[in-house]
């Protein structure tokens, strides 16, 4: 089984990839880099910087909350960079222009990027549209090869009402459910009707990357050790349940 090795995934992407990505990530205030150093350096800098900050974990001395946050911040680090490096791929590409087909920024930053270097532009700039895309093939994949080529990520409660991209508050629905549904909030009816089917894509995405999945699950509760499928589904449903008197929003479908 091969090992991701981030330094090495980092040594084929160009400096001003590396410098955009850098400085967009939520670690860059921690890092202290010269960007005016000469360009054959700067990942030697990264990397030094990365090192140095890795070993003031080992040396201790942090206060809590602050080793916490740096672990988190490194952790988002490493993770993102595998991200990209999975999403380092024709087939992403593809999705990449196909979400941002409307998106003239975006498809100029394409051009003379390799397939590593567009990742890491769409995961720093358009955050969204690259855990759109990550979701879409994802669920491709579930579906052992047969390729589903007629759905939506949707967000369960939706992005205007939570501004929440985290992976469990994402699904994939029909385009024709996804459009009806629109920035209504799921019926307990239908919650209920489906909970199996979205137990289900959380245990397919938790297996992916636990890490991440339980990371941001935080936004609901703290995952238990067991039968965090029950504890998470009921956390969900009563904030949509909370949202829908708190917001007055309708609810999809309508009773």
Not at 53 to 81: Q, Y
Not at 120 to 135: I, P, V
Request: glycine share 4%; charged share 30%.
């Amino acid at each position: 089984m091969l090992v991701f090795n981030d330094r090495h995934f980092l040594r084929h992407i160009s400096m001003p990839t590396l410098r955009e990505f850098t400085q967009q990530h939520k670690i860059s205030p921690k890092l202290n880099i010269d960007w005016e150093a000469a360009a054959d350096t700067l990942h030697a800098l990264v990397g030094k910087e990365l090192d140095r900050l890795e070993e003031s974990l080992v040396k201790g001395g942090l206060e809590v909350e602050a080793r916490k946050d740096l672990e988190h911040d490194l952790m988002l680090w490493h993770d993102d960079l595998k991200r990209a490096h999975s999403m380092s791929n024709a087939q992403a590409v593809q999705e990449f222009r196909c979400i941002c087909a409307d998106d003239p920024m975006a498809l100029a930053a394409f051009d003379n990027r390799t397939e590593r270097e567009i990742a890491l532009w769409m995961l720093a700039f358009r955050d969204k549209a690259f855990r759109d895309a990550e979701l879409h093939l994802a669920f491709q994949a579930k579906t052992n090869g047969k390729f589903w080529k007629s759905f939506d990520v949707d967000h369960v409660i939706p992005f205007d009402l939570w501004h929440n991209n985290d992976v469990w508050n994402l699904l994939p629905a029909s385009k024709t459910a996804n459009s009806k549904k629109s920035n209504k909030l799921p019926s307990t009816e239908i919650l209920r009707a489906r909970k199996d089917c979205i137990v289900g894509y959380w245990e397919f995405l938790r297996g992916k990357n636990s890490q991440r999945f339980d990371k941001e699950a935080e936004t609901l509760l703290v995952m238990p050790p067991d039968n965090w499928q029950n504890a998470l589904y009921g956390q969900m449903c009563n904030a949509v349940e909370v949202t829908a008197l708190q917001r007055g929003v309708g609810r999809w479908p309508a009773p």
